[in-house]
């Protein structure tokens, strides 16, 4: 099982510290994975570059509604020089700053022109239980194999249950589930209304609900030969982290 640590890159300095403690404490994490949000300035493939010097895998988000398609993929050069060989493809919002430019890029379309100008980096893609249906999100998932995609980095889970039908469909693929602990309402009823997640009705907005939680998906990847995929945005980074490898 590998286990990958999404970074929010909100300053070179946080993201140096947060690298930097997972180096010296966590050797259970393998990768550092860098989501690209356009309220920061620090774009995920420049986070990436912050901390080349370290012996964690680096992977950065890619926003395909960001590349035009009649255009060659401009930072080819810039991943090659700076040795980032793992991306994730992820659809993007629309950005509300009018100045932001955006192309009607699908992600399939995204995979196939990066398989084609970018070398040989390995392309991942984002997996979204919540978006439809499961035949829809599956069908679309081997849409982006087929497109050149090795493996899958989902949304955050919150009940096994919707995750071991998934797991079904999925295996033998390299997937990374994902979680993000949810400790608070306001936080659950934005998983909710934004991204239509599901909660089991036993959930509580605790770190202990989650860290407890956390320790049984990491059981199921760990005996299912699955990938983990940390996401842990709202709460203190070392506390949790503590939490749930120290049991």
């Known amino acids: 099982m590998?286990?990958?640590?999404?970074?929010?890159?909100?300053?070179?300095?946080?993201?140096?510290?947060?690298?930097?403690?997972?180096?010296?404490?966590?050797?259970?994490i393998s990768a550092i994975n860098f989501p690209d949000l356009l309220r920061f300035d620090i774009r995920s493939w420049d986070?990436?570059?912050?901390?080349?010097?370290?012996?964690?895998?680096?992977i950065a988000h890619l926003r395909a509604i960001d590349f035009d398609m009649h255009r060659p993929f401009p930072l080819t050069d810039f991943l090659k020089e700076n040795n980032i060989r793992?991306?994730?493809?992820?659809?993007?919002?629309?950005?509300?700053?009018?100045?932001?430019a955006m192309y009607p890029t699908s992600s399939v379309d995204f995979i196939r022109k990066l398989k084609k100008e970018a070398g040989d980096i390995t392309i991942y893609a984002a997996f979204d239980p919540y978006r439809n249906n499961i035949r829809y999100e599956l069908e679309y998932l081997?849409?982006?194999v087929e497109a050149g995609a090795v493996g899958f980095f989902s949304q955050p889970f919150f009940d096994l249950r919707l995750l071991e039908i998934y797991s079904e469909y999925l295996e033998g693929q390299d997937v990374y589930w994902g979680i993000s602990p949810v400790t608070g309402e306001r936080s659950k009823l934005y998983w909710e209304t934004r991204n239509r997640a599901i909660f089991p009705k036993?959930?509580?907005?605790?770190?202990?609900?989650?860290?407890?939680?956390?320790?049984?998906?990491?059981?199921f990847c760990q005996k299912n030969n699955f990938n983990l995929y940390l996401m842990p945005v709202k709460v203190d980074l070392t506390d949790y982290l503590k939490k749930l490898f120290i049991r």
């Open 2 to 28: 590998k286990i990958t640590l999404e970074l929010v890159p909100r300053t070179e300095q946080y993201i140096c510290e947060q690298v930097a403690f997972v180096e010296q404490v966590m050797p259970n």
């Open 86 to 100: 793992k991306v994730l493809v992820i659809e993007g919002d629309k950005s509300q700053n009018m100045q932001h």
């Open 142 to 144: 081997w849409q982006k």
């Open 47 to 58: 986070a990436c570059r912050m901390i080349a010097h370290s012996q964690l895998d680096r």
């Open 202 to 219: 036993s959930f509580i907005p605790t770190l202990e609900w989650n860290v407890q939680f956390g320790q049984k998906v990491m059981d």
